[in-house]
């Protein structure tokens, strides 16, 4: 079966600029999570959804970060007014909640790089 | 608040040798989830293993197993027989499970830089 898929794989764009990143997580995932990796660095939770509750939006570093989950299934993650310190590498993931695990499954990432 | 320390920045091992990757957790919740990611450089993150804080055996998944020891709140990875394309960034995470149920947040270590020479 096919796994979280993420669009565009890479992104440059120029300090100030709005980008759109995209994830469809697996087929029957209630949970969809955003992180942020930057250079060298681990993963930096962002933004979580689950089914129909509100998001947790705990992980956001600022109000130029903003997602949205429509119809329970694809998520949009939007970067307004770009810095260069949003360069970093967007992963989302997704899981079922079914069992204590609920193990996340990562795309391959959006690498952005803002000029 | 959680958190995640991986110590080793890097670690060499012989190809067929194994080899063990460190990482201790600090958490006051009683119930807790560890999991253990690869990251290639590709940079897909792919799941390896996963221990339940009340499992009451060490997790194993092929030539992955983890040693988990609650009372010193670690969960080194152990992988045997080292193979060239084991080579790849290794991270520990943690979940802490919701008293109400579903899903939170993984809290990631830095990451350990596994390289596994012929």
């Given amino acids: 079966g096919a796994g979280v898929s993420q669009s565009p794989s890479n992104k440059v764009t120029e300090k100030g600029k709005d980008v759109e990143l995209r994830c469809d997580p697996i087929s029957g995932h209630t949970a969809l999570y955003w992180y942020r990796q930057s250079l060298g660095q681990g993963l930096e939770f962002l933004i979580y959804f689950q089914g129909n509750s509100a998001p947790d939006k705990s992980g956001l570093p600022s109000d130029r970060f903003s997602a949205e989950r429509t119809g329970g299934s694809v998520s949009t993650l939007t970067i307004q007014r770009t810095q260069q310190e949003d360069s970093a590498v967007y992963l989302c993931a997704s899981s079922l909640i079914r069992s204590e695990e609920e193990t996340q499954y990562f795309g391959p990432g959006t690498r952005l790089l803002v000029l | ?118």
């Fill in chain 2, 1 to 118: 608040a959680q958190k995640i320390t991986q110590t080793q920045p890097g670690m060499f091992v012989q190809e067929k040798e194994a080899v063990t990757l460190d990482c201790t957790y600090d958490t006051s919740d009683p119930s807790y989830g560890l999991f253990w990611y690869k990251q290639p450089s590709s940079g897909e993150m792919i799941f390896l293993i996963y221990q339940g804080s009340y499992d009451q055996q060490n997790a194993t998944e092929g030539r992955y197993s983890l040693n988990f020891q609650k009372a010193r709140k670690s969960a080194n990875l152990v992988i045997s027989a080292s193979q060239l394309g084991d080579s790849a960034m290794y991270f520990c995470a943690m979940r802490e499970l919701s008293s109400q149920g579903g899903s939170e947040k993984l809290v990631f270590g830095k990451g350990t830089k596994l390289t596994v020479n012929p």
